[in-house]
């Protein structure tokens, strides 16, 4: 089973920017669709963006147009490049390897 590990989280000012990493074990070019969802104190954890094999992406309507998501087979990860980025954006933000496993998490805290 893959395994992922989250890097990247940590505190920021609002309107400043974040680049999260996700690396997987083992190759994830079998994996059609990976994400990245987050998860705020006492709120149930959301999508915030998929991309599939393709390189076709999804986002939550709430972060269209600040981020972006990639990911990079030969690499085994997957990226989340956050700009523009708002108190509400706190939460903790996990990996998922669609139908596989999710990493542990990494705390993103935007400051007012």
């Known amino acids: 089973q893959v395994q992922l590990v989250e890097s990247g989280g940590g505190l920021v000012q609002a309107g400043g920017s974040l680049r999260l990493s996700c690396a997987a074990s083992?190759?994830?070019?079998?994996?059609?669709?990976m994400g990245w969802y987050r998860q705020a104190p006492g709120k149930q954890r959301e999508l915030v963006a998929t991309?599939?094999?393709?390189?076709?992406?999804n986002y939550a309507d709430s972060v269209k147009g600040r981020f972006t998501i990639s990911r990079d087979n030969a690499a085994n990860t997957v990226n989340l490049q956050m700009n523009n980025m708002k108190p509400e954006d706190t939460a903790v933000y996990y990996c998922y390897a669609y139908f596989h496993n999710w990493g542990p998490g990494t705390q993103v805290t935007v400051s007012s």
């Open positions: 083992r190759s994830i070019s079998t994996i059609n669709t």
């Open positions: 991309i599939t094999s393709g390189g076709s992406t």
